[in-house]
């Protein structure tokens, strides 16, 4: 074999090795990324997820229906679950009749349409007050001392992350005060889910309230956080004083 033959398989030889060390960098690199997002939301590869929603598929006309946008807010969450390896299990709110940790859950919507919501927010979040109905500014969440009511201009979501005890599986909250807002939520959480892991850790709680600008003429897209509101949302309301 010449010498320039020699070097020609040499150098094939040596961008092999290159291509397959890069090539295994970038899978490492990828799985590293994915065990993160598995490790915030509490679903590794195989395990199952509790998305937890209100009974009926409707208009929305009925306190317990799921709207056309929540269906919407469904899909995202599917996607989510199915990119980790983990299998969405979607549990009406009144029959989700199982304890906290064992399985990653998302809980969807109001506590007014969804009982776990409810109980959810009483157990973990009890500094928070959700209302609603059918007149203008009826729709408010309440965390402290801050009020955050939906009109024609915008509308709120509750997007929170509560730990359960004994390091078991997370459950996850997007409490929209209307179907444009849950979707928002979800969408924020699916696009800022590393920036929040960063945040607050692959195992902490935090709640943050999003503002979704004039839902009317741009939908779910114009999300901002309008405030971080864990402390005052962990602080029960005889544990503050001037409760709202």
């Known amino acids: 074999m010449t010498d320039s033959v020699l070097n020609?398989?040499?150098?094939?030889?040596?961008?092999a090795i290159s291509a397959g060390l890069g090539w295994l960098a970038q899978m490492l690199r990828r799985r590293r990324k994915v065990e993160r997002v598995r490790a915030?939301?509490?679903?590794?590869?195989g395990s199952e997820c509790l998305i937890v929603v209100p009974r009926s598929i409707g208009t929305g006309s009925h306190a317990h229906t799921v709207t056309r946008r929540d269906a919407y807010a469904l899909m995202w969450l599917a996607g989510l679950?199915?990119?980790?390896?983990?299998?969405?299990?979607?549990?009406?709110?009144?029959?989700?009749?199982?304890?906290?940790?064992?399985?990653?859950?998302?809980?969807?919507?109001?506590?007014?349409?969804?009982?776990?919501?409810?109980?959810?927010?009483?157990w973990g979040l009890p500094g928070v007050l959700v209302t609603s109905g059918p007149d203008p500014g009826s729709n408010v969440i309440v965390v402290g001392e801050r009020d955050y009511t939906a009109d024609h201009d915008q509308a709120h979501t509750?997007?929170?992350?509560?730990?359960?005890?004994?390091g078991g599986r997370p459950?996850?909250?997007?409490?929209?005060?209307?179907?444009?807002?849950?979707q928002a939520g979800v969408r924020y959480l699916v696009a800022h889910h590393r920036d929040l892991a960063r945040k607050y850790g692959q195992d902490g709680t935090f709640a943050l309230v999003l503002r979704v600008v004039?839902?009317?003429?741009?939908?779910?897209?114009?999300?901002?956080?309008?405030?971080?509101?864990?402390?005052?949302?962990?602080r029960r309301p005889g544990a503050r004083s001037g409760a709202v």
């Open 81 to 122: 679950v199915e990119e980790c390896g983990a299998r969405p299990e979607l549990v009406a709110h009144d029959a989700a009749h199982r304890g906290l940790g064992a399985k990653a859950e998302l809980c969807l919507g109001g506590p007014v349409s969804n009982e776990r919501m409810a109980a959810h927010l009483a």
């Open 158 to 166: 509750l997007l929170a992350r509560i730990a359960t005890p004994d």
């Open 171 to 182: 459950v996850f909250l997007v409490s929209g005060q209307t179907g444009t807002a849950n």
């Open 8 to 15: 020609v398989v040499l150098g094939l030889v040596a961008s």
């Open 214 to 234: 004039n839902p009317e003429a741009y939908g779910p897209d114009m999300v901002e956080v309008a405030a971080d509101v864990t402390a005052d949302a962990l």
């Open 40 to 45: 915030f939301f509490g679903l590794p590869n």
